[in-house]
Protein backbone atom coordinates (compact mmCIF):
# COMPACT_ATOMS: atom_id res chain seq x y z
CA UNK A 1 0.00 0.00 0.00
CA UNK A 2 0.97 3.30 -0.70
CA UNK A 3 1.54 5.07 2.49
CA UNK A 4 1.86 8.35 0.53
CA UNK A 5 -2.07 8.36 -0.32
CA UNK A 6 -2.51 8.56 3.39
CA UNK A 7 -0.12 11.31 4.69
CA UNK A 8 -1.54 13.91 6.24
CA UNK A 9 0.21 16.11 4.19
CA UNK A 10 -0.91 15.00 0.85
CA UNK A 11 -4.58 14.51 2.49
CA UNK A 12 -4.59 18.72 2.91
CA UNK A 13 -3.35 19.16 -0.35
CA UNK A 14 -6.01 17.34 -1.84
CA UNK A 15 -8.92 19.37 0.93
CA UNK A 16 -7.37 22.53 -0.69
CA UNK A 17 -7.96 21.07 -4.02
CA UNK A 18 -11.62 19.59 -3.49
CA UNK A 19 -13.30 22.76 -2.12
CA UNK A 20 -14.78 22.54 1.66
CA UNK A 21 -17.69 20.99 0.77
CA UNK A 22 -17.28 18.08 -1.56
CA UNK A 23 -14.05 17.56 0.84
CA UNK A 24 -16.94 17.19 4.27
CA UNK A 25 -19.27 15.20 1.64
CA UNK A 26 -16.70 12.49 0.63
CA UNK A 27 -14.79 12.31 4.26
CA UNK A 28 -17.99 11.60 6.15
CA UNK A 29 -18.42 8.50 3.20
CA UNK A 30 -14.94 7.51 4.00
CA UNK A 31 -15.62 7.49 7.96
CA UNK A 32 -18.71 5.47 7.55
CA UNK A 33 -16.87 3.16 5.56
CA UNK A 34 -13.36 3.06 7.72
CA UNK A 35 -15.95 2.06 10.69
CA UNK A 36 -17.26 -0.40 8.59
CA UNK A 37 -13.75 -2.27 7.60
CA UNK A 38 -12.74 -1.77 11.20
CA UNK A 39 -15.60 -3.97 12.50
CA UNK A 40 -15.41 -6.77 9.49
CA UNK A 41 -14.33 -10.13 10.52
CA UNK A 42 -12.15 -10.17 7.33
CA UNK A 43 -10.69 -7.25 7.49
CA UNK A 44 -6.74 -7.30 8.98
CA UNK A 45 -6.22 -4.37 9.77
CA UNK A 46 -7.48 -0.42 8.43
CA UNK A 47 -5.99 2.61 7.92
CA UNK A 48 -7.84 5.85 8.18
CA UNK A 49 -6.77 9.12 10.02
CA UNK A 50 -10.14 9.37 11.00
CA UNK A 51 -10.24 6.59 13.30
CA UNK A 52 -9.27 7.34 16.89
CA UNK A 53 -7.48 3.71 17.08
CA UNK A 54 -5.24 5.20 13.74
CA UNK A 55 -1.93 6.24 14.76
CA UNK A 56 -2.24 9.31 12.70
CA UNK A 57 -5.43 10.51 14.49
CA UNK A 58 -4.32 13.28 16.89
CA UNK A 59 -1.95 14.49 13.89
CA UNK A 60 -4.69 14.24 11.53
CA UNK A 61 -7.51 16.01 14.29
CA UNK A 62 -5.15 19.27 14.51
CA UNK A 63 -4.34 19.42 10.80
CA UNK A 64 -6.98 18.62 8.70
CA UNK A 65 -10.20 20.93 8.60
CA UNK A 66 -13.71 19.55 7.55
CA UNK A 67 -12.52 15.77 7.53
CA UNK A 68 -10.21 13.17 7.65
CA UNK A 69 -10.69 12.63 3.35
CA UNK A 70 -11.33 10.47 0.99
CA UNK A 71 -8.85 7.65 1.33
CA UNK A 72 -9.10 4.40 3.64
CA UNK A 73 -6.38 1.78 3.27
CA UNK A 74 -7.45 -1.58 4.68
CA UNK A 75 -5.49 -5.18 4.32
CA UNK A 76 -7.30 -8.40 3.24
CA UNK A 77 -5.66 -11.72 3.41
CA UNK A 78 -2.44 -9.71 4.05
CA UNK A 79 -2.86 -7.55 0.98
CA UNK A 80 -3.22 -3.86 0.97
CA UNK A 81 -6.37 -2.12 -0.76
CA UNK A 82 -7.52 1.50 -1.30
CA UNK A 83 -11.22 2.39 -1.56
CA UNK A 84 -11.06 6.41 -2.29
CA UNK A 85 -14.77 7.13 -0.89
CA UNK A 86 -17.24 9.43 -3.34
CA UNK A 87 -19.83 11.77 -3.08
CA UNK A 88 -22.66 8.78 -3.34
CA UNK A 89 -24.18 7.96 -0.43
CA UNK A 90 -22.10 5.91 2.42
CA UNK A 91 -24.47 3.32 2.90
CA UNK A 92 -24.01 2.87 -1.16
CA UNK A 93 -20.29 2.71 -1.07
CA UNK A 94 -20.41 -0.01 1.82
CA UNK A 95 -22.47 -2.37 -0.22
CA UNK A 96 -20.51 -1.82 -2.85
CA UNK A 97 -17.38 -2.86 -0.91
CA UNK A 98 -19.49 -5.32 0.87
CA UNK A 99 -19.63 -6.97 -2.41
CA UNK A 100 -16.25 -6.87 -3.61
CA UNK A 101 -15.03 -7.76 -0.40
CA UNK A 102 -17.10 -11.25 -1.04
CA UNK A 103 -15.90 -11.81 -4.49
CA UNK A 104 -12.03 -11.20 -3.48
CA UNK A 105 -12.59 -13.76 -0.78
CA UNK A 106 -14.18 -16.17 -2.96
CA UNK A 107 -11.50 -16.53 -5.04
Known amino acids: MGEKH ?16 RWRVVSDAAQVVASYLACHPC ?16 RAANELVGGFGPRVAYRVAGEWHLWEADERDAREQVMELERALGASLAR
Open 6 to 21: LDIGTLSALSSQMGRE
Open 43 to 58: VEAVHYPGLKADPDFP
